[in-house]
């Protein structure tokens, strides 16, 4: 079992930043990836941002160029650095850990989730 525990949510402003970090409680080896994703109440979670071992980064679309997803290994920790905030960034955000499994699949663990609250 992986707990994930997340950190830095919070409200602020329009045009404003934030920081949101995520530590695993145990090393989670190399064939793995760690993410963001964000909810709002009645729709589906969404993806932000996922990075993998290596330090390869997808981004959803509309937080490209405002947000930066980056991992410390020896800390088993991801972060979010969210600039130019928009009130469309409000959700609670998740971190993932995705653990491949050897022969295919994997094993997912979720963080409990950080509100973050953007005001125009």
């Known amino acids: 079992q992986v707990q994930l525990m997340e950190s830095g949510g919070g409200l602020v402003q329009a045009g404003g930043s934030l920081r949101l970090s995520c530590t695993a409680s145990?090393?989670?080896?190399?064939?793995?990836?760690m993410g963001w994703y964000r909810q709002n109440p009645g729709k589906q979670r969404e993806l932000v941002a996922v990075?993998?071992?290596?330090?390869?980064?997808t981004y959803a679309d509309s937080v490209k160029g405002r947000f930066t997803i980056s991992r410390d290994n020896a800390k088993n920790t991801v972060y979010l650095q969210m600039n130019n905030l928009k009130p469309e960034d409000t959700a609670v955000y998740y971190c993932?850990?995705?653990?491949?499994?050897?022969?295919?699949?994997?094993?997912?663990?979720w963080g409990q989730g950080s509100q973050v609250t953007v005001s125009s």
């Open positions: 993932k850990a995705q653990l491949l499994r050897k022969f295919g699949g994997s094993y997912d663990y």
């Open positions: 145990r090393s989670i080896g190399s064939d793995n990836a």
């Open positions: 990075i993998n071992f290596g330090g390869s980064t």
